[in-house]
């Protein structure tokens, strides 16, 4: 089938916008528009109007969670994904690759022996949002949502705070920008 395409170029790059036949899962006769930088496409929409992008940043992280006496940062024991590798699992530190809204979650299963803890978000180093269990309850599930606007550069990291004298909790975590 035929491709049609333009070209536009700027001192460093070659921007293609071309109209070709690129299916989705699921649509494996669509027409797309689709956007590239060189030979990496960055961008598509089909005739329906699904978007796909390639590279939306997005993670998914599981942690350790040995209970501790002071606030710590959350160690990542396996990753599920990373769109684009904004998450840095050595320091469990996402940083923002643009300006934009950014949705981030965590969720831990606290056992029954730990009466006391809470997951946060740090903003740049800063405590921005923070999710407690005061509870006896077994295995009460904290979780901690939040939809932040970030600025490129800035940084998120996911901590944990448990009373050393109890039993250990599991967390999972993760996050995405948000259109």
């Known amino acids: 089938m035929p491709t049609t395409e333009l070209n536009f170029k700027s001192t460093n790059h070659t921007w293609t916008i071309k109209a070709e036949d690129a299916g989705y899962t699921g649509y494996?006769?669509?027409?797309?528009?689709?956007?590239?930088?060189?030979?990496?496409?960055?961008?598509?929409?089909?005739?329906?109007?699904?978007?796909?992008?390639?590279?939306?940043?997005?993670?998914?992280?599981?942690?350790?969670?040995?209970?501790?006496?002071?606030?710590?940062?959350?160690?990542?024991?396996?990753?599920?994904?990373?769109?684009?590798?904004?998450?840095?699992?050595?320091?469990?530190?996402?940083?923002a690759p643009i300006e934009g809204y950014y949705h981030f979650f965590s969720y831990s299963n606290f056992n029954s022996s730990v009466s006391v803890g809470y997951l946060a978000l740090n903003r740049n180093g800063t405590r921005s949002t923070i999710a407690y269990k005061n509870s006896s309850d077994s295995w009460h599930c904290v979780t901690l949502t939040d939809l932040l606007k970030l600025n490129a550069g800035d940084t998120i990291q996911f901590r944990y705070y448990g009373d050393p004298d109890q039993g250990t909790a599991w967390f999972y975590g993760g996050g995405c920008l948000s259109w």
């Not at 494996?28 to 060189?38: E, I, V």
């Not at 030979?39 to 329906?48: D, I, P, R, T, V």
């Not at 796909?52 to 994904?81: H, K």
């Open 28 to 95: 494996p006769n669509s027409g797309q528009l689709s956007f590239y930088n060189g030979a990496n496409k960055l961008w598509g929409l089909n005739e329906s109007g699904w978007i796909q992008n390639s590279n939306i940043p997005a993670f998914r992280v599981n942690f350790s969670g040995a209970p501790i006496s002071t606030e710590t940062t959350c160690v990542v024991i396996s990753t599920e994904y990373n769109n684009g590798n904004h998450f840095n699992t050595t320091n469990s530190t996402f940083t």
